[in-house]
């Protein structure tokens, strides 16, 4: 089959292009942009446009599917043109539904966890040897891409995002996959951008809970109460599975799981992961997996890349970085590293980088965020507010926003990295959450530092 791909660099969409490319199909692509990890793992596979930009001449009558990616505009030349000459043009999650119409399709929806719990749900079925297609929002250890695509294989696993489809489809991804079985693993505001108000934010996973299949399965998180509410008022002919955090303890640095067989010590921490990993093993079981042989599966699961990832350790101290940006999922990972380091001095550092939290209105979400850090500390770059044509946020509205007095703050990189530096470190736990890099901050200077 012969496809082309408008904006083929994007994390997603490339890896779309390299599974289609493995399937055995033909792939061209165009992009104004591309970097690094997406440049060279096009270019190993012969699929990096030979020149940057768009080319209407690419687009010709025998393309028989155009995949548009987010990165593209509506206005877009080559869009232009294949929609002069009347070509099928899909969304990336479009696309996704129809390789995968014949399957039974697994989504992983919620605004916070979704990653991690499809990379668990990916670790088990690998460690069992139990071949499932996939798409996942994270490279995973021990795969080669973030998509894979066979003709064979029963089930397709899909991290269900709520975002937005594409320039001229402004439906949430995860309303056009159509589920047989789904999860919920929680809900907080988020993409304001696209959803001005809470409501308008939360009914769209109402509309995900009736697009799964009559007679599918909805597993949801019950520890959320937004989750319980839809999930239970939801009237459509599906079985409903609750699922909440296990019980666990920290020994000696170490989570021990309460499993029937007595406590199991796990990779991963923190009550949000436990809470995941509930909900990874009811989706596991009803794709045929017993409890017992997830467990075996999930103690060596180390967690999704940039999900609480370690990424130095000494004898004195540890650094991890994370993906958290969302106030409830700051509040969720501060928790979780204070509890397996409770004798430790916590630096809690946070980017504000993403559309909703650079927006002055939005930051009272952010209250008591960073409660559980002993030094909390916060960057962001006022360029990325213009960048993204947002009201000037001031010091004030920061510091006022996490109810913190001793909050520290900083708009220049150099000065973030240098106090970063200057810190004592020993006897410390370093978080650092973003999904930036603090205005061009190195981790493996971060891990240097670490390990001196």
């Known amino acids: ?16 292009a390299l599974a289609l490319h493995n399937k055995g199909y033909q792939v061209t692509g165009s992009d104004d942009a591309i970097f690094e990890p997406s440049k060279t793992r096009l270019a190993n596979k012969g699929l990096l446009p030979e020149t940057l930009g768009w080319f209407p001449g690419k687009i010709t009558t025998d393309i028989e599917a155009v995949i548009l990616g987010m990165h593209a505009k509506a206005d877009n030349p080559e869009l232009l043109k294949a929609q002069e000459l009347g070509l ?40 069992h040897s139990i071949a499932v297609d996939y798409m996942v929002g994270a490279q995973l250890e021990g795969f080669e891409t973030m998509v894979h695509l066979t003709e064979e294989n029963d089930f397709m696993v899909l991290e269900g995002d709520e975002y937005l489809s594409s320039p001229i489809d ?153 993906f958290a940006h969302s106030p409830s999922k700051v509040a969720a990972t501060t928790k979780a590293v204070k509890e397996q380091y409770p004798d430790r001095t916590l630096v809690g550092c946070l980017e504000l980088h993403t559309y909703s939290s650079l927006n002055a209105e939005f930051l009272k979400e952010y209250e008591g965020a960073l409660e559980h850090a002993d030094i909390a500390v916060v960057f962001y770059s006022p360029d990325a507010v213009k960048i993204k044509q947002l009201e000037e946020v001031t010091y004030n509205q920061i510091a006022t926003a996490f109810c913190r007095e001793d909050l520290v703050i900083f708009t220049n990189p150099a000065e973030f990295k240098a106090y970063l530096f200057s810190l004592n470190l020993d006897n410390s736990a370093l978080l650092l959450m973003s999904s930036g890099n603090y205005g061009g901050l190195n981790f493996d200077d971060v891990k240097d530092l670490i390990k001196k």
């Not at 089959?1 to 779309?16: D, P, Q, Y």
């Not at 119409?101 to 991690?116: E, L, Q």
């Open 88 to 127: 099928k043009i899909y969304s990336y999650p479009e696309f996704l539904y129809e390789q995968s119409k014949n399957k039974t399709r697994v989504v992983i929806g919620g605004s916070h966890g979704k990653t991690t719990i499809t990379s668990m749900i990916l670790h088990v079925m690998n460690y």
């Open 1 to 16: 089959m012969r496809t082309h791909f408008i904006a083929i660099g994007g994390s997603a969409m490339h890896n779309l």
């Open 170 to 322: 402004r439906r949430p991804k995860f309303h056009l996959y159509q589920p047989n079985i789904a999860l919920i693993s929680g809900i907080a505001w988020d993409h304001i951008n696209v959803f001005p108000t809470y409501e308008n934010y939360v009914n769209q996973f109402e509309i995900f809970i009736d697009k799964i299949t009559n007679g599918g399965i909805l597993v949801y998180n019950e520890d959320d109460s937004e989750v319980k509410r839809v999930s239970e008022k939801a009237t459509n002919p599906i079985r409903k599975l609750a699922y909440s955090t296990p019980n666990y303890k920290v020994e000696n640095g170490i989570t021990m799981l309460e499993t029937p067989e007595g406590d199991m010590p796990i990779e991963i921490f923190g009550a949000h992961n436990l809470n995941n990993l509930a909900g990874a093993k009811w989706i596991c079981q009803n794709m045929g997996v017993d409890e017992a042989d997830f467990y075996e599966a999930i103690a060596s699961f180390k967690g999704a890349s940039k999900r609480l990832e370690k990424i130095a350790e000494s004898s004195k101290t540890v650094a991890y970085k994370d």
